[in-house]
């Protein structure tokens, strides 16, 4: 049934990973203000000065999370399946775990080289997008597994 809980926390997972591909995840202004730094789901930005700016496109980024909500979207309607919709739920585990390795990749190791190393950043929005995708999957997950044993302890009493 689509109105279990498990449904409304792969639907919280879908959301999330919309609000990972629409906002900004990370930001970083130098000390001076002139020189900023900012990581999207598209494109890590770096401008250096009013005119100048280099931009490193991350499409692996949209591609990983488009991957999650759709496998989430998948999981949503295998409702009849438990072990299915538990075994996708994991699958994202590990994509998601993928996608923050990434972005703690380029926060901390390839955008702290630019400019003011002392100077950590902020994360966004988007930032918490993910990790609220990965909170939903896990209370999925949970809540699939729970059905699975109610099912199975039903049908140990027949």
């Not at 966004?124 to 059905?147: Q, T």
Request: glycine residues 6%; charged residues 15%; hydrophobic residues 55%.
């Amino acid at each position: 049934m689509l109105q279990r809980i498990q449904s409304i926390f792969l639907a919280i997972s879908i959301i999330g990973m919309g609000l990972f591909l629409a906002l900004p995840i990370w930001t970083k202004v130098a000390a001076d203000g002139v020189q900023k730094a900012e990581l999207t789901a598209i494109k890590l930005t770096h401008q250096i000065n009013a005119t100048q700016s280099n931009i490193q496109p991350v499409y692996y980024l949209i591609i990983l999370a488009i991957l999650v909500a759709g496998i989430a979207a998948y999981a949503i309607f295998q409702f009849r399946n438990r072990v299915l919709q538990s075994a996708l739920c994991a699958v994202n585990s590990i994509v998601m775990t993928v996608i923050m390795g990434l972005v703690i990749y380029f926060t901390f190791y390839k955008t702290a080289k630019l400019f003011d190393p002392e100077l950590p950043g902020k994360y966004e929005f988007g930032f918490y997008g993910l990790v609220g995708s990965m909170l939903a999957n896990v209370f999925a997950n949970r809540f699939i597994r729970k059905d699975e044993r109610v099912v199975q302890q039903s049908k140990r009493f027949r």
